[in-house]
Structures are given as C-alpha cells and as structure tokens.
C-alpha cells in the first residue's frame, strides 16, 4: 500500500498564508495568555513554578465541595480552590478533588497550610462516631501490628510473618485495586488469605474514611523562582546546542530557521495551553522539550533531502528544489506524524491524570511540529536566500564537499 | 546464510539475551511467571513519583555557622586583648563575616595588628572607614567557603545518620545541585512525612551548663536583678520549667547560665530512651559521658555540690531541666521534660546521631501517595503497549513483510531500554515513561525514513538489493542527524535539569542510541537474510 505519492505541491508559493496563519494561531494563544496573566491577575504557572500547596484527594462518592468549602473558610483558608477532576478509570465519576493554597506568606512553616488542610478533612469526613481509627488511611505495620495482636486467624507458628505479609496484601489491594479508598469491607475478601474470621476483626476494629490523600505538594518561593529560573536555562542551552549542531552539519541559516521554527512551535503550544487552562509544570517542560526535538527532527529530515537534492539538482532554483524536497520526504513526514499523533492520542485518552497535561502538550505540539518544518523553516531558508541570491552556490558547494 | 550474517546475527542474539536475562534472570532464573514479575520489580526501580513516597528539600543556614564562627573569634579576640593588656573601646559582630574593633589604644596598635595577622589567620584586618584607631576584621573567602562546605557535609553526614537510626528502607540523602545550600531527603513508601521532618530538623545541641542565676519570669526581670549588666560570660536562656516560677506559664522562665558548658553532645557516649522512674507514664532520656568528659564532669560536680551549686539541661537553647546537684556525678544523666514514648525515642535517636551545625528550613515537599502511582504505573504502561500495539498493526499493514521487520526493531529497541535501565540502576519516573514513548515515536520515524527511500529507489527501477542497500545508506544520514540533534539537547537537559527533566533525558538518550543500532543494523541483518534467500529479480514486500 502506498499513500502520497507522486504529489506535487507548490509549498513556498504559499508560504505567505503559512505566515498568517501562525500569525493566527499565535494570536489567538497569546490573547488568553494576555487575558490569564494581565486581566485576571492570574498566572500560567503550576505548582512547581508558582509555589504554594496542593493537595490531591480521592473520596469514596461524590466529593462534598461545599462542605469542603465551608471547612477550609471556617479554618481560616478562604483563599484555597477546590478543583473537582475526573476520576482516571472511569471518566463519568467524578470523586478526585486538588485543594490549593497560595504561598503562604510570613514566618509560618512550609507545611502550615497542608496541615490545616488535613485537619479540615479528618474533621469533617475522617471518623465515624465510632471513633475507630480510619483502615484507608492505616499504614501497612500498623496493620500488621494490629492483626498480630488479634491473631483471627489462630496462627500458631510465624504468626508475625504471616500476618505482615497479609497486611502487605491488604493494603496493597486498598492502594492498587480500589484506588486507596475501600468503601466495604466485603471488597477485600478476594485478597488471598484473607478469611470471613478477618474481615469481621477487620470491620470490628476499623472505620472506613470516606476519603484517601493522593498526593501532596508543597513547593516554597524559593524552590518556584529556582525551578523557574532552571527549566528557562535548560530549555535555552538545548535549543543552543540544536543550532551549533546543525549549524555545523549544514549551514548557520539552517540552523536558525530550524530553531525560530521550534521556537515557533513552544509559543504556539503555550498559548493552546493557555486557551485550555492547563498549567506549566515541570513535566510540562519535559513534554515541550518532546515537541522540540520532535519538530527538529522533522525539519532534519527536510533539510537534508534538500541537501542531498542541491547535489542532484545543479540547475534548479532553491525554491524548486525546496518544494521538491517536501514532497519527497511527504509520505514519511505524514506516516511518522500521524503515528505519532496517534501515540499521544492514546496518551491523552488512557494516560491519566497525572499524564494529561504532558499528552495535551504533545497532541498540539505534534501537529504544530510538522507543519513549521515546511510551513516556518522551509520558507525562511529560502526567503533568506532570495535576499542574499548567490550564497545558495556556497551551501551547494560545501555540503557536496562534506558529503563527498 | 554467509559467514559475516552469521556473526551478524549471533551478535544480535547475544544483545538481546543479555538484556532479557539483565532484566528479568537476575536475582535468580524464573521458573515461573511470579518469578518474572518479582525479578522486574526488583530489577527496574520506579522512582517516588511512581512508587509512592515522601521528597523533601532542605536549606541549611549557613551563615548561622558563619555566624557562630563570629562569635567565637569575637570572645576569644577579648580574651587575647585582656591578656596582652591593650585596650580596646569596642569590639563587635557587624554582621556574620565582620567584626568591628573601635578605640584601640593608640600605642598598642603595633602589638594589635601582630596579634590578628599571627593568631587571627581567618581574617583580614583594614583600618575602619572613619573611626581614628578602629579597625574591620573580615573573615576570609576562602573561609568562608570551607566553613560552608563543612557545615553542609556535617549536615549531610548527620541527616543520614537520622534517618539510617529510624530504619527507613532505602532513603536518598544527597545534594540537590541546584543550589549550594540544599539537601535533598527521599524516603520511598513514607505517606506521612510529619515524624521524619522532626527527626530531621531537631537541632540536638545538648548542653550540660552550670546555672548562674535564676529563674526570672522574664528577660528584663534577669537584667534587672544585675543592674542591666549581666555578669561577664554569662548569658541569658529560656526554659520549660513547668513549676520553677508559680503563675507563670511553661516554657516562660528565664536563666542566667555560663556561657561556656561543661559538658556538650560531642561528649555522649550513648543516649536512650526510658520510662520515668518519677513520672509515670513519661519518658525520660537517660545517657552516658565519654571517659574524658566524665573526668571533667566528676570533680566539677564535686566542687559545685559543696557549695549547692546547680546545673541546667539544655537542648537548642532551651533550658529543659535545672535542678541543684545533690553529689558528684560521675559519668551518666538524664533529660526529663514530659515526653512521650516516641518524643523521648527520637530524642535519644536525635542525641546519638549528633547535632545539626545550623537549623534547616524545608523548601519543598512532596507526597505521592501508593495509589497514586500504581494509577500513574498502570495507565502509563497501558497506554505505552497500547500505542505500541496501534503503530505496529499499521506498520504492517502498510510494509508488509518489512512491517514485521519493523515491529522486531521496535520491539528490541524497547527491550534494550528496558535493559539498560536495569543494569545501570537507572530510576524510571513518570516523564522517564514519556521518554519511552518519544523513544518508540523515533523508532518508528526511523524505519519509515528506511522503507520510504527504498520504495523510491524500487520505483526508480532498481532490484531490490541494490535498492536496500542505497536506502540504508540515504536514510543513514539523515537518521544520524537527527538523532545527534536529540541526543545534543537531552545531554544539556539533563546537565542543566531538575528531577523530573533528568529522568526524561536518561530514558531518551539510551533509547536513541538503542534505536540508532536496531533500525539500522538489526533492520538491515535481517533484510540482507531476506535477500540472501530471494531471487535476485523478485519483489521485495514492502
């Protein structure tokens, strides 16, 4: 099976719509960009960058947000959002709940605010009246403890092993299978070892909480600036190393159109990121700098068949072999793209919660990666080349050199 | 088969029974499936994000060691000046690195000046701007540096040695790189990080001090009872006495105390926690001097009992019991002050494993809970063999048989990876997955970028062995290229990175090179088998 070949499409004769529509594009990103930070008084910035706490909580039903809400007023926390979120397994649930907090200002300690936070919640949603200590939020010794001590099971030899491997299982169920939060007990009695004889000393000394922290983060004003500060510089050193390389294999203005094409590509994501509010965190930057040497290598790959072509094609004029270059390399250009497109898609859909902003990030910068290969750094090549007519001898001349 | 193939492909084989046996035949060959699975587990270490667990970052204040260093050289500069009889108006910390000398007699400033160049080597003397016979000690740079660097390590050392005495499984305690000031503290699988930050943070500056004066119910009261002038070497310290002064509430009584201690933390030979004898139900620290400080200890004892002398606990500047010493007291002690079980355990942890040199102030803290990461495991590795599965069904739609080829390419590819990690030790984090997931992306670009330039070829009407051969050969630059161009940015990612970010370039780096050795040397063995066993002129599925 073959798809695209054969194509024969003038791509430098419309480089000036590629033009306006990355204008377009880049316009509509930064206006919400402009709208986030300037009208809102708001910041683009996740956690990592931004510093304050976050804390990441799964509930057995539907999370009480008001309730919730009402707790943290009345702790004097009236500035924290609460955020519902999907739950990863099943996308009609909705039973994850991240509480956020500003940083904290003054001489409080860094954790006052996750404290407090806590304390809200074991407060209102933690015991029963019971007052039975919470199974979802028992750690595995103590656990192992309390089994040992109750011995249901009447095991007589290696009681404490035996017992601490079922308290490994049983928490391992609770954190695995149920997500941290069982809402019965009867849910645990296909874990192996586990008796009727245990879940009734289970029931009998447990309460089930109706809620399990996920994830909790902290991060203070000086680490924010810092990891801020860290990922600009990584992400400069690398375009920087991008341009000397290809600098060095081609020439400077290939070099450089290949970078402001990626460079292109990260505003333009930015602003998408911005359209769609999701955050820059530090996996965020991982995923941009995906989408940079994804779109790099897309350009490569264009740039060297044109290489190879100023060899071949001795008479032709740069915009001619240009165009010829991009069809030639099409058919690899929209295989690869769109199977990587799909790759990230299927990330985005079954990656999780924890993933979807990095998959979101790739999904765009996937599609805005292979359009600025022949859209922004094809045209700029021969752009350049039309102002400077003649130096397209010496790019022919010392690449057939090298390459010879 | 010819020979060079041969060898080819015994290479081939033996890569990849070392990966398969790296990953999953070490500890001990699998007999059965649990086996495998448990020999992953072991063999590929998830990092905290996907494992679960407590990530601290700490600052260590620094200048509080600069700071005491001031301290110590401004006592003993008196000292020496007294002894040498010349005088001086003032002498005063400026701030943690200066030191201020106003007013030294104009005669003696030659034997001034010989005194701080021979005896004070860390510091640099220079006249005072504007003050007639003042002088401004700065300490040096270079001291200043290694007093840092000292106080990290102690910092280091003595945080390790904590967390080690609370028995935690395999804690990361090193420097964070980012900043010269910072430590980083990971304890996988610790949900709740509350007892370990104390553990951590607890100063354990013990002091055993004779009691001067006191108590008083506050600092003003103290001044007050001396004129508004302490007496010389003495210093003012609050305690948590609970009934030394009626009426007042606890930790609110003031000492005077010596500034000079008998006896400090360095001197403990043990440390333990007990019950109260006295207090049932409290716990109580009891420990045992080193030999030479209980030679100091018995006959100051001695001489203070026969005068009803008395003598504080003090733990970070905070008197914890003071009480008048009956006898002599040869080489044991105890710290009482109401703790619990576990208070009075990690004291005597905190106690044994030796004080901190400066106070630590947490800067970040993360927990993921166990949960979360099995989510964050399952459904990046679905998603991972998901698209997998999607890309490797096309690719062999749409090749054919050289699909298949492919697939094998990948699938070695992953399994190189996989090995490396392993071998290498290497911490797989959630971008690490997202790392593999670019790694199978350029897998894929790669072999396309092979089987498009050997179609094109094919149509330009060449047989199908010189027509593998020009595309491997076309392809070949510019699959260097571009993998160089990745390689180049992931190296400075993860020179210039933090965590996550260096995670992400590990996995990329090795896949890459993985990829550059199966989509061209693995790929092209087995098209060289597939043509060595073909008809010259046949088709090539593809």
Known sequence: MELFHGVNVDWMGKAKYFVALSLLLLAVGWLSVYRTIVVKHSTLYGIDFRGGTLVYVRFAGKPP???????????????????????????????????????????????????????????????DSSGKPDFNSVTQPTLAADLTRKDSLL???????????????????????????????????????????????????????????????????????QLRRQAFFATLYALGGMLVYIAFRFEWVYGAAAVIAVFHDVLITLGFFSLFHYEISLTVIAALLTLVG??????????????????????????????????????????????????????????????????????????????????????????????????????????????A | MNSPLKWKFAFILAVLLVCIFGVIGVPTLPTSWAQVKDNLAKRIQLGLDLKGGSHLVLQVQLEEAIGQRCDEAVDDLTKQ?????IGAGEIRRVDDTHIMVRDVDSNASGGFGDLVSNQFTEWAMAPAAGEANGYLLTMKPSVVADLRQAAMNQTLETITRRINALGLTEPTIAFTGRSDDEILVQLPGVGDPTGAKSVIQAG??????????????????????????????????????????????AGQVFYILDRAPIVTGQDLRSADANSSTEYPGQYEVDFKLSTAAAARFG??????????????????????????????????????GGFSQESAQNLALVLRAGALPASIKYLEER????????????????????????????????????????????????????????????????????????????????????????????????????????????????????HVTTVVSAIFLFLFGTGPVRGFAVTLVIGLIANV?????????????????MDRQAQLSI
């Open chain 1, 65 to 127: 947000i008001d309730q919730i809400r009402k707790g943290l007023q009345q702790a004097g926390l009236p500035n924290s959002t609460i955020q519902g979120i999907s739950d990863t397994r099943n996308i009609s649930s909705q039973n994850d709940v991240v509480i956020g907090l500003e940083q904290a200002q003054g001489n409080e300690s860094l954790d006052a605010g996750k404290q407090k936070i806590l304390d809200v919640l074991h407060a209102t949603f933690g015991t």
């Open chain 2, 204 to 249: 354990g500056q013990l002091q055993l001090v004779r009691v001067a004066d006191g108590p008083y119910p506050s600092e003003a009261e103290a001044l007050a009872q001396h004129g508004g002038v302490l007496p010389a070497g003495t210093t003012i310290v609050p305690g948590k006495n609970e009934s030394a002064v009626a009426g007042q509430p």
């Open chain 2, 299 to 336: 006959p100051f004892t001695e001489a203070q009992a026969a005068i009803g002398g008395r003598m504080a606990v003090v733990l970070d500047r905070q008197v914890y019991e003071a009480a008048t010493i009956q006898s002599r007291i040869e080489d044991s002690g105890r710290i009482t």
């Open chain 2, 517 to 533: 050795f199966t989509s061209i040397y693995v790929s092209r063995a087995i098209f060289d088998f597939h043509l060595s066993r």
């Open chain 2, 81 to 85: 000046l007294h002894a040498k009889n």
């Open chain 1, 155 to 225: 095991l007589g030899t290696n009681a404490g092993d035996r017992y601490n491997q079922l308290a490994s299982r049983l928490t391992s169920a609770r954190d695995t299978d149920h997500s941290g939060v069982v809402t019965s007990f009867d849910e645990l009695k296909n874990v192996e070892g586990v008796t009727p004889a245990v879940i009734s000393s289970l029931a009998g000394d447990y309460s089930l909480g109706n809620f399990a922290v996920r994830d909790a983060e902290i991060v203070g004003p000086k680490v924010g600036a």
């Open chain 2, 367 to 482: 927990t993921v809970g166990p949960s979360l990461g099995a989510d964050s495991i399952r459904e990046g590795v679905r998603a991972s063999v998901g698209s997998m599965i999607v890309v490797m069904i096309f690719l062999v739609f749409y090749y054919r048989l050289s699909g298949v080829n492919a697939v094998v390419a990948l699938v070695l590819n992953l399994v190189i990876l996989v090995a490396f990690l392993a071998y290498a030790g290497a911490v797989l984090t959630l971008p690490g997955i997202a790392g593999v997931i670019l790694t199978i992306g350029m897998g894929v670009d790669s072999n396309v970028l092979v089987f498009e330039r050997i179609r094109e070829e094919l149509r330009s009407g060449k047989v199908p062995a010189p027509a593998v051969d020009t595309g491997f050969d076309r392809a070949f630059l510019t699959i260097i290229d571009t």
């Open chain 1, 294 to 403: 994804y779109s790099m290598n897309d350009t490569i790959v264009i740039f060297d068949r044109v290489r190879e072509n100023l060899r071949l094609m001795r008479r032709e004029s740069l915009t001619d072999i240009v165009n010829k270059s991009i069809n030639q390399t099409l058919s690899r250009t929209i295989l690869t793209s769109g199977l990587t497109f799909l790759t990230v898609l299927v990330l985005y859909v079954m990656g999780g919660e924890v993933l979807r902003a990095f998959s979101f990030a790739m999904v765009v910068g996937v599609v805005v990666g292979t359009y600025s290969s022949f859209g922004i750094a094809a045209p700029i090549v021969v752009l350049w080349n039309k102002y400077n007519g003649g130096q397209a001898a010496t790019v022919r001349g010392r690449s057939a050199a090298r390459i």
